[in-house]
């Protein structure tokens, strides 16, 4: 099994959908959890941390199942910016991040 | 605020050749190093990573090394460039090994 399993897409949705991505990781003893953005050809940056409780940045919500060991991030209202892949990050053995695959979004006019 | 910088942006190289791709921080003591590369299509791959001056950590065999010389400058190298060490390598920088890192622009890499 991988240490962190995303689904790779790509999800194909229209302005304004709500789309949600999902994210395994193997590691039950992981404590930071993290989802990045990478536009094509571009590196990766920082989305938003993801807290035990949940947490919110304006259309951005991200949660923390940590009994079924996943990750979510949900994108309302999508914005044809949004479209670019989207990289979920755990820290695994050693405390070192693992990236994800990624997942390719694409928001069609 | 802190800040990375990594050059050159875009490099082609013959095989056989050798290299050497720069990074550094600034705003930051004792930063964590890492050097990825991600071949097209694919996802990131931990090449090296370094806690502090002097200190690497190799995730992968290959024909590639790494060096820090100073605390916040981390350098990639080869002697020998192969058709594989094709990709786009980032640097990136994180306070520990736990939070988020912070990557440079990237050096796309082709070799002819």
């Known amino acids: 099994r991988k240490e962190v399993e995303q689904d790779p897409g790509p999800f194909n949705v229209p302005e304004g959908a709500t789309v949600a991505f999902n994210c395994t990781y193997s590691?039950?003893?992981?404590?930071?959890f993290f989802w990045y953005r990478q536009d094509c050809r571009k590196e990766p940056k920082l989305l938003m941390s993801?807290?035990?409780s949940g947490n919110e940045d304006g259309r951005f919500t991200a949660q923390l199942n940590r009994a079924s060991q996943y990750i979510s991030l949900l994108i309302r209202d999508s914005k044809l910016s949004d479209s670019a892949t989207y990289l979920c990050?755990?820290?695994?053995?050693?405390?070192?991040?693992?990236f994800g695959q990624g997942t390719e979004l694409s928001v069609k006019p | 605020s802190q800040t990375i910088h990594q050059w050159p942006a875009t490099l082609v190289q013959p095989v056989g050749s050798p290299l050497s791709l720069e990074c550094t921080v600034e705003?930051?003591?004792?930063?964590?190093l890492y050097w990825y590369r991600q071949a097209a299509g694919r996802g990131l791959q931990l090449l090296f990573y370094s806690v502090g001056i002097g200190q690497i950590s190799s995730e992968v065999p290959q024909n590639l090394s790494a060096s820090r010389p100073q605390d916040r400058q981390f350098i990639l190298s080869s002697k020998k460039l192969l058709l594989s060490d094709s990709g786009f390598y980032l640097c990136?920088?994180?306070?520990?090994?736990?939070?988020?890192?912070?990557f440079g622009d990237g050096t796309r890499l082709s070799i002819l």
């Open positions: 705003g930051t003591s004792n930063p964590n």
């Open positions: 990050v755990v820290n695994g053995q050693g405390g070192k991040l693992i």
């Open positions: 990136a920088w994180s306070g520990d090994r736990a939070q988020p890192q912070h």
């Open positions: 993801v807290y035990s």
């Open positions: 590691n039950s003893a992981s404590q930071s």
